[in-house]
C-alpha cells in the first residue's frame, strides 16, 4: 500500500509536468487536427457549404472557378435565421446568405448558368451533406471541392464521406479568407470557440453510429433518416 502511495507521489507530479511542458504541442495538434486541406487537382464542381454569411466562402469559389478547377458552382442552403419570419410578416426584406452569395458572384462575373443551386434548407452539416449529395448524383458529378472554413474542413470531410458512402470523390479546400489559426487557437476568444464548439460536434458525430447501433440492437431493428446533429 506504501508502495503504490509512494509511486503515485511520484507519477502524478511528473504528469502534470508532461502537461505543462507539452501542453503547447497538444494544443496546436487539437487546432491542426480541425484542418483537412487536400492537394488541389481539377474537379467537375465546387461545392460552396452554408454557414459563413455568404462571403469567404463564396469567395473562394469564386476564385477556384476564375483558376479553372471546376466549370461549376454549387451552393447549398441553410435555414433562415431567427426572426426571417417576423420580418417577412412585416413587409421588411432582408437579403438572406443566399442573396449574398449571389451578389459576391454576379459582382466577380460568374454566369448563372454555371450555378447549380441546393433548393433544400438544412438544419445540419450532416442534412446539408445529404441534399447536396442528392444533387451531385442527379447531376452526375464524380469529383467535388467542398469549400468550408478551416476549423470545420475535417468533420465536413468526414460526414460527407459517410453519407456518399465513398461513391464521390472530395477534395477538401479551406477557405484562405478565414483567419483561424490553429498554431495559438487558444490566444483568440473567437477561435477558442470555434475549436470547443467543433470538437463537440465531432464528438456527436463519432457517437452517431454507436446510438443507431444500440436503437437497432434494443430497438424494432429500423433505422431513422432523420439526422442527430442540429447544427452547422
Known amino acids: 500500500m506504501i508502495g ?3 509511486r ?5 507530479p511528473l504528469l502534470g509536468l508532461l502537461l505543462y511542458v507539452g501542453h503547447p504541442f497538444l494544443l496546436r495538434a487539437m487546432g491542426r487536427y480541425l484542418i483537412t486541406e487536400d492537394r488541389l487537382q481539377k474537379a467537375e464542381a465546387i461545392a460552396v457549404l452554408a454557414g459563413d454569411g455568404g462571403v469567404a466562402r463564396t469567395l473562394e469559389a469564386v476564385r477556384l472557378y476564375q483558376d479553372g478547377y471546376a466549370p461549376r458552382i454549387i451552393l447549398t442552403h441553410q435555414r433562415l435565421p431567427k426572426g426571417y419570419e417576423a420580418l417577412a410578416r412585416l413587409g421588411i426584406t ?3 446568405e443566399r442573396n449574398i452569395q449571389w451578389m459576391v458572384l454576379k459582382a466577380m462575373r460568374v454566369p448563372a ?6 433548393s433544400e434548407r438544412a438544419d445540419s452539416t450532416e442534412s446539408e451533406m445529404v441534399y ?5 448524383k442527379e447531376h452526375r458529378i464524380g469529383t467535388v471541392i467542398l469549400v468550408t472554413n478551416r476549423s470545420h474542413s475535417t468533420r465536413a470531410s468526414k460526414i460527407i464521406a459517410r453519407v456518399s458512402r465513398g461513391t464521390i470523390t472530395i477534395i477538401s479546400r479551406p477557405t484562405r479568407y478565414d483567419t483561424f489559426d490553429p498554431e495559438g487557437w487558444w490566444r483568440s476568444r473567437a477561435d477558442a470557440k470555434e475549436v ?11 457517437v452517431q453510429p454507436v ?10 431493428g429500423s433505422s431513422s433518416t432523420v439526422p442527430v ?3 452547422f
Do not use: H, N, S
Not at 447536396?132 to 451531385?136: A, D, G, N
Not at 446510438?211 to 424494432?220: N, R, Y
Open 132 to 136: 447536396l449529395v442528392r444533387l451531385l
Open 229 to 231: 446533429e442540429t447544427t
Open 196 to 206: 470547443l464548439l467543433e470538437y463537440a460536434k465531432l464528438l456527436d458525430y463519432l
Open 94 to 96: 432582408v437579403p438572406e
Open 211 to 220: 446510438g443507431a447501433g444500440l436503437t437497432g440492437w434494443f430497438g424494432d
Open 8 to 12: 503515485w507521489l511520484i507519477v502524478f
Open 4 to 6: 503504490k502511495l509512494i
Open 113 to 118: 448558368t454555371a450555378v447549380l443551386q441546393v
